[in-house]
Each structure stands twice: as C-alpha cells, then as structure tokens.
C-alpha cells in the first residue's frame, strides 16, 4: 500500500506541477504569478503590468484588428505589428504602379500616412470577476442547463450594457474561464482610424515564405508599422483628416541592449485559443484521425495549387494569399501531430484520468471522466464528417462563389478549381459513409457515373452547380452542424466539472485558463532547443544567414538587392534578425511585444517553432519555442532599407 502509494506521489509530482514557463495569465491576477518572475529575473511590479488607477503596461498593448495583437511605442500613436498581420492591408493599398507588397512601403511624414477603413485597435481599459454577478439567482437545485444558460446571458448583456454606458468607443464583452467556472468582464475602449505607416518588402517582412513558415533558424522580418488617430479629444472617432495621433496612457520604451540565452522575456498580448485541460480521447482524435486526414487533403489541394503557381506568374499572385493561409495551418498540423506522439500525450493523460477516477471515487467528480470518454465516442464520427465537409467539398469556390452570386474573378484560376472539385469530391465520397451525404449527392453520383463528368456539368451549368452548392451546404447547415454542437455543448458541460475536479485534485497547480483572445502575458526566458538527436540550435539568428539563404531563383529566397549592397559595405554580419525564447504563445499573439526584464521592448513575437506546436494542447519546456523578430532588426531595416529613420525621433531608446 505504502509502496503504491510513494509510487503515485512520485509519478503524480512529475506530472503534476505547472512545468517551467508554462502558462498564459491574466494581467489582473498577475499578482499570483508575480513572485515566480520576479525570481526569474522580472524587474517591476504587478501594478506595472496591470493596474486601473495609473498607466501600465497592459495600456499599450491593443488587439490588433480581429486576431492580432499591437503595441504603442511613442506618444503619438506609432504601434508596431506582424507584417503577416498587416498584410491585407498593405494588399489593398496595393497596385501595379504601387505595389507596395513587393516593394515595401514608406510614409515620409505623416500626411503619407494611408487610412484603412475597417481596420480597428482595442485598449483594455478593465478586466473584472464578475462571476458572483453573472450567477445571481441560479438555484442548481431548481434551474436546468438551459435556464442556468439563459439566466448567465441576462445577468451578462446588463453588465456589458452598464460597462458602455459612456459610449466614446467602449465595448465589452463577458468571457467565461475554466469551461464556465468563472466569468470575466472585459472592457475595452476601440479606435477606429488607423493608418498605414511603413512596411517592409515581401522579401524581408515575409522572408523565407512557406519554407521558413513554423521553423528555425528563422531570419523573416516579420513588422508593419501603423498610427493610432483620435479626434482632438483623444477619443475614438470616424476616420477624418483633422484626427490627430492618438496620445496613450502608457508606450513602450526600446531597448537596444538586445538579448541573449538565458534572459527573462515576457509577452504581452492576446492568445487566440488553446485546450490544455482536455480529455485522452480529445487529444487521440486530434491526433490519430483530425490531424493526419486534414494534412493529406490539404496536401493534395496545396500540390494542385503549386503545379499551376510554378507555371504562370499571374497564377501565383492570384493564389499567393489563399495558398499562404491553406498552408499555414497544413504545416502547424504536422508539427502537432508529431509533437503529441513524441510525448506521448494520449498515455500520459490516460494514465492522469485513472489516477484521477481513482482520487474522484464518492465525490461529485466521480464518473466525470468515463462520461467525456463516452461523449467523444459518440462525437467523433460526426466530427469528423464536420470536419471532411470543411475541409473538402466547402473549399470548391465554384461551389461558394455560385451560392453567393459573387464572382470574384480576379483572384480565380479555374483549372486549380476544377481539378480540386474532383479530388475533393472523391476524397469527401471515399471516407464518409452515404448516411452523412444528402440525398441529391448519391442520386447524381449514380447519374453521371463519374466526378469527371460531374465536374464538366457543375462548370458548365450555373443551375447545376447551384443545385449541388444548395444540396451540400443544406445537409451541411441542417444535418451535421445540428448534432455536432449539440454533443459539444454537452461535453463542454461535463468539462465544466471535470476542470474543477482537476483543480481540486491537483490542488497545488496553479491553473491558468485557456486562451480565448483575452489579454494574457507569458514569460520565460531566451534559449535555444534540441530539435533532434545530435542537434542544438542556437536561440538568435543574424543577417548571415539571410545572405547564406538568399538565392535569386528561389522566390522565397529572393533578398532586395539593396539588402545586398548594405552587407556588402561590411560591418552588419551580427546584425541580429529574430530570436527564441519559452513563453508560451499562440495564434493570436503575433505582433506581440516581447518584454526584457525592465519592461522595455525587445522584440515582436511572431512565430513558434515546428517541433513545438503541440503548446495548444500540452507545453514542453524542452521544445516549445516562441520566435521572435529582435527590435533591432526592425530599426536596421527602418534605416537602411526604408530611410525613414525619422520615426526614431519619437521613440524613447533605452539600453
Ligand atoms: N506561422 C505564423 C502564424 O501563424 C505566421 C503565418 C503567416 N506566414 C506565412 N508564411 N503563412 O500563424
Ligand atoms: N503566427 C501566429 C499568429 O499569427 C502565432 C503562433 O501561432 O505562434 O498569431
């Protein structure tokens, strides 16, 4: 017994605490976090981070607009984000006569400064437990999940309509924690004229392309710059010419001290999503089934893509955009996969779920577990149909552009298109039983005999294609979707209590909760990672390896000829281009600031490695690495390449 026992404490203490650098935090309850940063190196206080009486650092970072994050570094409103954050933008300042993807672009004051409608950045003004309010009036003895449900968004639309009362810009939104354990009130306060500063060439600001994508060693320079404008009050207002730069409570200082292994970084900014409290079988699908057959589809749509951009110039500037976003994810998948088999994440959580059931026996917990498992063995299958819809006969833009009446040719090349519709056709008949197909698909399947011939009458024929796009997006909305949220709404139920289960049984843990695009701030410190056997990679790149890479016939490779010539003057070998560290990090977070001990600014996360993808569902220390572009890089380039080193005029430079 004794013996079982130790045994248990043993494994349970490798398992258990939060391993080192793990975590994404909320800046409001830092104060928890506080003591362990500043152990490792952390310099300034909780209240420098977050505070709501006097400017702090949480003022000058912004949700950048719907899925990126900013950061404020002079008094008037310069912000710096990822290149690939502004791209769409810079895209659509774009022409021939402009391009200013390929060629980069440069406001030499601020009347060149171009305005982007749509584009908006958010400031947090206040983040605020509001559980106890959102829960007034439950009676978990009287009230079922869907008047709990109901009850939670009455109690939260007038907290949110309170939070706005001022108007001038303000939003809010309620944000539950933990799977509903805890609410959040978030207020931010939105600007809506935002303009377009400067930004590199594609050769630099996207350096490396879909080769470099998800890798190290890394030399992308990876920023667009943007100014915030308010009208003469300072608050939000339409985009007009009389707007002024915005003046922030609080921007950051540069550092040009630069780093190295072992400092303390941290990031500031705005996660997107991640599972890290999830069931054996959650992650089992993701990795035996989710991720291996989205990566071959996508291999498959990707290689028709490619045949057809490496034989027409036109072609790869039509599909660059499409291509980079299908590839994207296509990479991280592998990467993930990888990872979770690796470390052996489906064992190691089956072997937490027994010594959980074990702990939870004749307590409300009990059983918790054997339900998930039970829920996911009925989703699965359904999930998966979700998913082989999405990921194939959704993707025929024949099928999308004839539903919506837009035809977007610009941007079209109807061959890839074709040759996809047979492919994914035949891909989404071959793995999915007839049951989750409509009806209309098996009658015409039978009817032309072939996808071929299929193909010529739905690219022939609007109504053809109409009646297919109709049939599929139909079954689609009505009877797969249905069933597939439904299950989801009940597993995330019983993750509700399993989440307080797993934080009462693991009662020294300091659990932060999954990222939901709310702010956060991760720290760790800069270092390098073996990403195999034999291999150690260092944790800072230099413009030498842009010139060992560059190569004029290889397009990703393709470096500005001025890049050339400035290193060719000599004296920018160890000019430093990007660097690693372990704060944990995810989509969302790119254009992040990444933080020195001080709190100044070193870097803008964009990026983490390949091998260490799996962070969204399980961090490992020894490998997961978030990739950094180094502040420095991006002032070299400002320079030597834009010559709009008048911006450095309103920087605070520190070392
Ligand atoms: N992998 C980075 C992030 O998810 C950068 C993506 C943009 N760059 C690209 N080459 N597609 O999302
Ligand atoms: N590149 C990602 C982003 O766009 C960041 C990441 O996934 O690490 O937010």
């Not at 540069?254 to 292994?261: L, M, N, P, T, Y």
Request: some cysteine; overall charge negative.
């Amino acid at each position: 017994m004794k013996k079982i026992f130790l045994f248990a404490a043993i494994l349970g203490a490798a398992l258990q605490p939060l391993k080192a650098d793990e975590g994404m935090w909320l800046p409001a309850l830092i104060s928890q976090r506080i003591g362990d940063m500043q152990a490792k190196g952390f310099q300034l206080t909780a209240e420098d981070i977050y505070s709501v009486n006097q400017a702090s650092l949480k003022d000058a970072v912004v949700l950048f607009g719907s899925g990126c994050t900013g950061e404020l570094v002079s008094d008037a409103g310069l912000l710096f984000t990822n290149h690939h954050c502004g791209y769409s933008f810079i895209q659509r300042h774009s022409s021939v006569e402009h391009d200013y993807l390929k060629d980069g672009f440069w406001a030499m004051n601020r009347s060149q400064e171009l305005p982007n409608p749509g584009l908006t950045v958010r400031f947090l003004e206040r983040m605020e437990d509001v559980t106890a309010t959102v829960l007034k009036g439950y009676k978990p003895a009287k009230m079922d999940e869907e008047q709990r449900q109901a009850l939670i968004k009455k109690n939260s639309d007038k907290l949110k309509a309170d939070a706005v009362k001022e108007g001038n810009g303000l939003k809010a939104s309620v944000e539950a924690l933990y799977y509903g354990n805890q609410y959040f009130l978030f207020v931010f306060r939105e600007y809506r004229d935002v303009r377009l500063v400067g930004a590199p060439p594609s050769s630099i600001g996207k350096f490396g392309g879909e080769t470099d994508n998800w890798m190290w060693p890394r030399h992308t320079g990876d920023f667009s710059i943007f100014r915030i404008y308010a009208g003469q009050d300072n608050m939000p207002a339409d985009y007009n010419e009389a707007n002024v730069p915005y003046r922030p409570k609080k921007s950051l200082k540069i550092s040009r001290a630069g780093v190295k292994e072992g400092d303390f970084t941290f990031v500031y900014g705005c996660p997107g999503s991640t599972q890290e409290y999830i069931h054996s079988e959650a992650v089992r699908y993701i990795q035996d089934v989710s991720d291996p057959e989205k990566i071959a589809l996508r291999t498959t749509r990707l290689g028709l893509m490619k045949k057809h951009m490496d034989q027409s110039q036109a072609v790869r500037i039509q599909y660059s955009s499409k291509f980079a976003s299908v590839a994207n994810a296509w990479k991280k998948w592998q990467g993930e996969e990888k990872g979770l088999r690796k470390n052996k994440v489906v064992p190691v959580k089956q072997d937490y779920e027994k010594r959980f059931a074990e702990w939870a026996a004749g307590t409300r917990y009990e059983g918790v577990t054997d339900r998930l498992a039970q829920l996911y063995a009925a989703r699965n299958p359904l999930y998966r149909a979700y998913e082989y819809y999405r990921e194939t006969v959704l993707t025929i833009e024949r099928l999308q552009m004839v539903r919506s009446n837009r035809f977007n040719t610009k941007d079209y090349y109807r061959p890839i298109d074709e040759e996809s519709f047979v492919a994914m056709m035949t891909a989404f008949d071959q793995a999915l039983e007839d049951i989750y197909k409509p009806p209309y698909f098996l009658d015409k399947r039978a009817q032309y005999g072939s996808m071929e011939a299929w193909k010529d009458a739905v690219f022939a024929d609007d109504n053809e294609a109409k009646a297919l796009s109709d049939a599929l997006n139909n079954h689609f909305s009505t009877a797969i979707v249905p069933p597939v949220t439904e299950l989801n709404q009940s597993i995330n139920l019983v993750y509700r209590d399993y989440m307080q289960g797993q934080m009462e049984f693991e009662n020294e843990r300091n659990f932060y909760p999954d990222a939901n695009l709310t702010l956060r701030v991760a720290y760790g410190k800069v270092a390098g990672y073996r990403p195999v056997d034999a291999v150690w990679y260092n944790p800072v790149s230099t413009l030498r390896g842009i010139i060992e890479k560059d190569n004029p016939d290889i397009f990703d490779y393709n470096i500005p000829q001025v890049l050339r010539d400035i290193y060719a003057r000599g004296g920018f070998e160890d000019q430093p281009v990007c660097f690693l560290a372990t704060n944990h990090t995810t989509g969302g977070n790119s254009g992040s600031p990444v933080l020195n001990a001080d709190g100044n600014l070193v870097g803008i996360n964009f990026d983490r490695v390949w091998e260490g993808t799996m962070s969204d569902l399980v961090y490992d220390p020894e490998i997961c690495r978030n990739i950094s572009l180094d502040v420095r890089y991006l002032l070299f380039v400002i320079k030597e390449v834009g010559h709009a080193d008048y911006l450095f005029d309103e920087m605070v430079f520190v070392d």
